[in-house]
C-alpha cells in the first residue's frame, strides 16, 4: 500500500495529489494515507503537504530503496523481495541467515554501507557510502564443486552491466574480480612520471559466493557483489587504493545507482536463466570473451600451492587450467591470481 | 566450580560431604554450594542433603549431561565444549548457528530428543529419549569437494565404537549408514514362516555432514549423528522400522549412553588426527575393511541419476565407483544405495 502511495506520487510529478483522491483510489482511510506518508519521509522522501491541495513528492533520496528498484524491474525472480539497510555488518551474514530459514530464491540484501563487509578468505572489504553492497540468495540444483559457476554467472552479469551503460572496458579476473581497463596511466620512465598511452586494469567489483550445502546438494547459494559506484577512491583504505576504482572515476561523474542495480539484476537473471535452460556451456562461452586472465602469463596462489604459467582454459566446472610447462597443466578451482 | 562439587559427591560414593568441606575445598560460601547443588537437582542429578552429615548423591540421571561426558573423556578436541538439551529442533542446526559464530573446532551438541531431526536431502529423522543424536563441528582444512571425508571419519568412529564395546558386527554402507548385520533372520519359506541362519543388514546410525564453505575453502564442517542406543524400535514410524535396528535390540539389554559418546567422541578424534597427519589414505584402508558396499551388487540413486552394478572402489575423495559394465565404470558422489 506504501508502495502504491508513492507510485501514485512520482506519476503526479510535481503536482499535487489530496488525501482524499489518495484514499479512495487505494480504498483506505485518510488517517493511513497519512501514516504512509510519515514513513516514506522517514525513509528519506521528501514529500511537502499544502493544505486543500494534498501531497506532492518533491525528491528521491540517493538510496537503493526497495520500492525504487522494483518499480519498472524486469527481472522475474531476483529482486522478489528487497531487504534493504542503512548499516549492516554484512549483506551475505544476513542473507545466509534469511536462506537458512527457507526465503525462496531471488531474494536480495542490500545496504548502503557494510561495518564488517568480507572478501575472500575472510579477509576485509570496504563498505563505504556510495557503492552496491548486495547479497543474492539462489538455490541451484549444482554440486557443491559446481558452486564458482555461480560466481561466473554473477561476474558476466556485472559486467556487461557496466558494458552496456557507461561503455567502459570491464573484464573479468578469475575467479572473482571485475576490472575495469583504462587507456590512460602513469609510468615512471628514466627517473621522470610522465603520462603515456598504457593500459591499467584496477578493480572496479568483487564476488564472494558462499554456500551451504550436503555431500552431494547444495542448500543454497549467496552471491555477495560489491561494486565501486559512486565512490572517491580516497574513501578506501591505503592498501586498497592503488589497484582500486570507481565507476564514477572512470566517468569522472556520478551514475544513477538505482539504474545500476536493476540493470544488474536482469542481466544475471539473464544468464542464470540461460544456465538453467541450455547448462553452462553458453555461459563458459560468453565469459572467455572478456576474461582478463586467459592467454596471460600469470602467478596464482591457491591455498598452499604457488602456479606460475599461462592461463590457457577454464574447465566446465570454472577452474582454472594453467600451463606450467610445454607439457605440464594444473588445474585450480580458485586462489589470487596476478597478472606477470 | 559446578562440576567440581558434582565430582567431589561422586568421588565420596554414597558417603556425605559437608557444607562445610566442600565450601573450604573450592574456596567458596556455604550458599555458593548451596546454589551449585540446587542446580544439579534441577539437571536431574539426585542429591540428599541431612543435617549435619551435608549432601550425599544418590544418582545420575540418565541424561547425556556435559558433566558425565567430560568426566574421564580421553578426547581432547571433541567434547571441549559442550551443549546439551533435553529437546531441540535440530543439533546440526543450533552446530551451524554455533560455527558461524566463530566458535572452536570440537564443539558438540547434544539433545536428548530432536522435533526436527534431519536426514539427508531434508528427510525426516526420528529421535525418540534414548538414542544418541549429537552433532559434532569441526573445522579441518580441506576443499568443498573432500567434505565427504569426514562423513567417512565420523562412521568409521561410530562402527568401531560398537564393534569394541559390543562386539556387534557393525558395518559401513557408503555413504552415511552404519549397519549391523544379525545372524538370525526370519524368513518366508514354502509359504510359512521359519526362522533359519540368515544374515540381515539393518540400520543402526545415520550421518548427515552439511557444510559451509566459499569456492575453495571450507568454512566448517557440521557432523551430526545419530545412533539408535537404547530405543525400542516400536517407537520409531511405521515406515522405518523393517529396516531399522537398535543397540538394545541387538544385545537385548540397555546400554550406558555416556560411556558410548565417550568412546565414541575417543574414537572419531583417534581417526581425524590420523587424517590430519598422514592424510586420507590409512582412513580408507580401514573404512575399506568393514564396508557392507564393496564387492556387492547395488543399485544407487544419485540426483536423477540411477545406476546398477558392482560397486568397485572408492575413491580419494570417498566417491563411490561403480562396474556398471564390462568395461564401463561410474562415479557417484553420494545417493541411496540399495544392495541388490
Redesign the interface.
Known amino acids: 500500500m506504501r508502495e502504491k502511495t508513492l507510485n501514485i506520487l512520482r506519476d503526479r510529478k510535481e503536482g499535487y495529489v489530496s488525501g482524499e483522491e489518495l484514499s479512495k483510489e487505494l480504498g483506505i482511510s485518510r488517517t493511513a494515507i497519512w501514516k504512509h506518508i510519515q514513513t516514506l519521509k522517514e525513509e528519506g522522501y521528501k514529500i511537502v503537504s499544502q493544505k486543500r491541495l494534498g501531497y506532492s513528492l518533491v525528491s528521491v533520496p540517493d538510496l537503493l530503496l526497495p520500492y525504487e528498484i522494483k518499480k519498472g524491474l524486469k527481472a522475474k525472480i531476483l529482486g522478489k523481495k528487497i531487504y534493504h539497510f542503512k548499516e549492516i555488518g554484512s549483506t551475505n551474514?544476513f542473507a545466509?541467515e534469511l536462506a537458512?530459514k527457507g526465503i525462496e530464491e531471488g531474494a536480495i540484501v542490500i545496504a548502503e554501507t557494510q561495518t564488517k563487509g568480507k572478501g575472500?578468505?575472510g579477509r576485509e572489504w570496504s563498505s563505504p557510502f556510495g557503492g552496491l553492497w548486495i547479497a543474492i540468495i539462489l538455490k541451484p540444483?549444482i554440486?557443491?564443486?559446481q558452486?564458482?559457476r555461480m560466481?561466473i554467472i554473477a561476474a558476466l552479469g556485472v559486467a556487461k552491466t557496466i558494458r552496456k551503460l557507461y561503455h567502459l572496458d570491464a573484464f573479468i579476473k578469475w575467479?572473482?574480480d571485475i576490472l575495469i581497463r583504462s587507456q590512460l596511466g602513469t609510468i615512471r620512465a628514466n627517473g621522470r612520471m610522465r603520462k603515456k598511452e598504457y593500459r591499467v586494469f584496477k578493480k572496479v567489483c568483487g564476488i564472494?559466493?558462499?554456500?551451504?550445502?550436503?555431500?552431494?546438494?547444495v542448500?543454497y547459494v549467496v552471491i555477495g557483489i560489491g561494486v565501486n559506484l559512486n565512490i572517491d577512491i580516497k574513501k578506501f583504505p591505503m592498501e586498497f587504493r592503488k589497484d582500486a576504482t570507481s565507476i564514477e572515476k572512470e566517468l569522472g561523474c556520478k551514475i544513477d545507482r538505482v539504474e545500476f542495480t536493476k540493470r544488474m539484476l536482469e542481466e544475471i537473471e539473464d544468464f542464470y536463466l540461460l544456465f538453467k535452460k541450455r547448462g553452462f556451456t553458453p555461459i563458459l562461452k560468453e565469459w572467455k570473451k572478456i576474461s582478463a586472465t586467459l592467454g596471460k602469463r600469470i602467478k596464482a596462489v591457491?591455498?598452499r600451492r604457488i602456479i606460475e604459467g599461462k592461463a590457457i582454459d577454464i574447465d566446465s566446472d570454472g577452474a582454472l587450467i594453467i600451463q606450467t610447462k610445454k607439457t605440464k597443466q594444473e588445474k585450480?578451482?580458485?586462489?589470487d591470481v596476478t597478472l606477470v
Open positions: 551474514n545466509i537458512r575472500r578468505l540444483k554440486l557443491p564443486t558452486a564458482p560466481t575467479p572473482n564472494l559466493t558462499e554456500m551451504g550445502a550436503e555431500q552431494d546438494t542448500n591457491s591455498g585450480i578451482l580458485a586462489g
